[in-house]
């Protein structure tokens, strides 16, 4: 059973800086994508970044140059570094991984971007 487990949301204000972090556990395989979603009220869920156990990288265009995804393969986890972040930046940020064409998501953690 995979298990991801996120942390690092909170409250910040805009410009400012948060960084996520995923945990996964379980039986995983490689190679696997692991990856960010977010999902703001009203609206479907959405890409933010992903990256392949070897390290390759994609960022949806609005993300780019904001945001940075890396990962640790010897601790299973994945980090999203988001700086200079806006109001419409806010949302349940979601850790997704994938391998074998099988997809197991986090419970999401919040993100609010307010003065």
């Known amino acids: 059973q995979v298990q991801l487990v996120e942390s690092g949301g909170g409250l910040v204000q805009p410009g400012g800086s948060l960084r996520l972090s995923c945990a996964a556990s379980?039986?995983?395989?490689?190679?696997?994508?692991m990856g960010w979603y977010r999902q703001a009220p009203g609206k479907w869920r959405e890409l933010v970044a992903t990256?392949?156990?070897?390290?390759?990288?994609n960022y949806a265009e609005s993300m780019k140059g904001r945001f940075t995804i890396s990962r640790d393969n010897a601790k299973a986890t994945v980090y999203l570094q988001m700086n200079s972040l806006k109001p419409e930046d806010t949302a349940v940020y979601y850790c997704?991984?994938?391998?074998?064409?099988?997809?197991?998501w986090g419970r999401g953690t919040q993100v609010t971007v307010s003065s």
């Open positions: 990256i392949t156990s070897g390290g390759s990288t």
């Open positions: 997704n991984l994938n391998f074998y064409s099988r997809n197991y």
């Open positions: 379980g039986t995983i395989f490689s190679p696997n994508v």
